[in-house]
């Protein structure tokens, strides 16, 4: 039998001289010292757990409604000062047409794997809400217009950011902020570039947060239908007869559209808007409706056109003329291999402290879905990796104070570990 020699034996002699030996034990240690448990991590994130909320409160204090230009300035100048602090190469871009700038920061690394870490800075509040609600804290919650949605978000990202500055760990590749004014209005100055920056990075964390402590790994998407009939306008009283109500066949029409879901996809279109006439002693001449689409299935928005336009084929009123139209909105992140593999690694992590986590799919829709790129292993994308909180949109909207350090130290750890 044969045995292979230690690595020790392996070496010449003359490279035991006790200098290079005292060397050697060193950079063992400086090894495993450069390498936190996941109780360290934990503990650094608690302690900056109170810096975390001065942040927060400084921007829940900042009216930041999609459009508010003011606001969105102050933050947006904010968040280019500190990343600049944090060591970032910042840009900003005008996030035409909506208001407010794109900020994207980047930090360089020694590393192979490149990560996008993003969030909205717009808020769905008018001027004046910070100050009429303003940031408040008890005993188990924070509460503010934003507070979760997501200016807790950025917070998290901000502070993620700080512990891994002060554990001078630089192990990834590229590491991206981006930080985009203009989501609750649908990100239309943001999504291209959401789109480009995730193709080039091999992870993209969302900061969304979620109801409970989750992570998230589908999302769905939203497209709008727009239903429009023509008819012939007409004395309402003394010849009805010569008119064509397009408010009776819109009427037909959304009764016949009604079913244009799949609940066994997920699919819902719900019929919201509608309008018809201008007074009440003429037959209409134009009626229109609007509906909300959500779904998680690619192929559905194919489908979903395709039945529409078969179905207002059948008219109850004759001499109308009816027309549906789908706009396609912001896409879903569908389920997919990578999301899930990275919602694995994520509670595992969480696991190591104690604590449950577990992958969701959700019903409305995020940036994470422009960051998705179908049929692709990359980048992997996970959403809801803020704080704990509910109430959005609200006046009651608060974050939970127990996940701020565990979703900290989520974020730490799991750039370390993918570094890797």
């Known amino acids: 039998m044969t045995t ?22 060193l950079a063992c240690a400086t090894a495993q010292a450069a390498e936190p448990s996941p109780q360290d991590l934990l503990a650094q994130a608690r302690a900056e757990q109170p810096h975390y909320l001065d942040t927060l409160k400084s921007l829940v204090s900042i009216d930041t409604g999609t459009g508010t230009e003011a606001g969105l300035a102050q933050v947006g100048a904010e968040l280019v000062k500190r990343l600049k602090a944090l060591g970032a190469q910042v840009q900003t871009q005008a ?28 808020t769905v509040f008018g001027p004046g809400t910070a100050a009429r609600r303003p940031f408040r804290i008890d005993a ?51 999504k ?12 993209v964390f969302s900061y969304e947060p979620p109801d409970q402590d989750a992570v998230t790994v589908a999302t769905n998407g939203i497209n709008r239908l727009r239903l429009e009939v023509k008819g012939r306008a007409a004395h309402a009283g003394s010849a009805p007869e010569q008119g064509r109500n397009a408010l009776i066949e819109l009427a037909n029409q959304l009764l016949q559209l009604n079913e244009l879901g799949d609940p066994a996809k997920g699919t819902t279109v719900n019929w919201t808007l509608a309008k018809a006439g201008e007074k009440a002693n003429i037959i209409p001449a134009l009626a ?35 027309s549906v139209v789908l706009e396609k909105g912001r896409p879903p992140l569908a389920k997919n291999a990578a999301s899930n593999q990275l919602a694995a690694t994520a509670s595992d992590l969480y696991n190591k402290i104690d604590l449950s986590l577990i992958p ?52 730490v750890a799991l750039i370390r570990q993918l570094a890797r």
């Open 288 to 322: 229109t409706a609007e509906a909300d689409m959500r779904y998680a299935d690619l192929s559905e928005t194919e489908r979903v056109q395709t039945d529409a336009q078969r179905i207002v084929k059948r008219q109850r009123v004759a001499d109308t003329q009816v």
């Open 360 to 411: 969701i799919a959700m019903r409305f829709g995020t940036d994470a879905g422009y960051a998705y790129v179908p049929d692709s292993a990359k980048p992997a994308v996970l959403e809801t990796l803020g704080v704990v909180g509910a109430g959005l949109h609200g006046d009651d909207e608060y974050i939970e104070l127990s996940s701020i350090a565990p979703r900290l130290y989520l974020t």
């Open 4 to 25: 292979t020699p230690s690595w020790t034996e392996a070496l010449p002699m003359h490279l035991f001289h006790p200098s290079i030996a005292l060397a050697l034990s």
């Open 95 to 122: 996030a035409t047409p909506s208001v407010g700038d794109n900020i994207v920061a980047t930090f360089k690394g020694n590393g192979s794997k490149d990560f996008l870490l993003m969030v909205h800075y717009d």
């Open 140 to 190: 188990q919650r924070a509460f503010g217009p934003g507070v979760a949605d997501a200016k807790g978000g950025v917070a998290m990202i901000l502070h993620a950011l700080k512990l891994l500055n002060d554990q001078q760990f630089k192990g990834y590749r590229n590491l991206t902020v981006l930080f985009n004014p203009d989501e609750e209005m649908g990100s239309a100055g943001s």
């Open 192 to 203: 291209q570039l959401i789109a480009e920056l995730a193709r080039r990075h091999d992870y």
